[in-house]
């Protein structure tokens, strides 16, 4: 169902592109759309260096950008974590025809983009970058964000922008889209290109996933595998295989809906793993008590797959 849905919202795209104002900014004004409708703001990256954003930045180019503030303790995290693995699939097109922003939205200095990088390992090519906020609201708005309020930094549009300036096609997605499908937007609808990385059937079929459809594995393919595998080693965060049993139900429940609060309360179980993990915090991602019981659940039925597989391990 997920690939035919996906497939379908291309196709509707790819006939009409120009039909959803939100898909496509300035969809009305095509012809002079390129240099005039967006502009050349400064922006700094990570290293300093000014760049321009219509020149320098987005100019004829197949791009993905996001808005974050680098001490987001929500969705941010999962933003960077799910762009992160896009990175991770596009290998060495990422830089050369495929480019990647991370904008701040709260005027970080380009130190404090550094230490976020830093934080979520993330590897070259992949640019953060830093303007005023009034500048940078601009800038969301142009790429047709909604931003209520510039103030709100909590509230702030986590929506991942894809887009072709060349063919002026951009698309929205949110920060639980998986990042095989921004990787096969990115190649082959927006690049028009083959892409390199295999369907995602294919590899959830090979991890034994393709028939369970249940609300915790779905809960935990959009909210936590960017940073967590349950037995395929760790990825941004600890890989969580038997972590059902060794934990205090309790513990383990609370630490799902609130680590935030946790860090803050100084739960030393929290601040041990924060000491093995960069000290990226886990983000609070607002799931309910039922939705928490449906991800834990998730997680003990895949431990008794996986006891009772035969042992051929990854
Ligand atoms: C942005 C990355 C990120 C996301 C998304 C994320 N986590 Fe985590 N998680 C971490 C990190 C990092 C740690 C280690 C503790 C720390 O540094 O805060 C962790 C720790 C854990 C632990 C404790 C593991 C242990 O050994 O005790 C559990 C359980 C856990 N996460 C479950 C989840 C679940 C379930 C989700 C999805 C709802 C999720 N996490 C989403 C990064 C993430």
Known sequence: MKPFAFF??????AFAPVADAQQTPASQSRPQYHGDYFPNTILHDQDGRAV???????????????????????????DTAQLRRVQQLLGDRLGRDIFMYTI?????????????????DVG????????????????????GLRVDDPNDLRGHNTSIVLGNERTAQWIKRSAYESPQNLVELLTVFLQNSAPNAPRRSQSYAAAGLIADNSRGAYLFRTRCQSCHSIGEGDRLGPDLAGVAASRPPAWLSRWIREPDRMIAERDP??????ARYRNLPMPNLGLSEAETADLIEHLRTQDQRRAAAPAHGH
Request: net charge positive; with cysteine.
């Open 104 to 120: 701040s939205i709260n005027g970080d200095s380009p130190e404090a983009l550094r230490r976020f990088m830093r934080t979520y």
């Open 52 to 78: 321009r954003f219509y020149d320098d930045l987005i100019r004829d180019k197949v791009v993905a950008i996001n808005f974050v503030y680098t001490t987001c303790t929500d969705i941010c995290p999962l």
């Open 124 to 143: 070259p090519n992949w640019r953060f970058l830093t303007a005023p906020q009034a500048d940078v609201t601009r800038l969301q708005r142009l790429l």
């Open 8 to 13: 379908l919202a291309i196709a509707l795209l």
């Open 269 to 274: 179980s929290a601040l041990a793993m924060m």
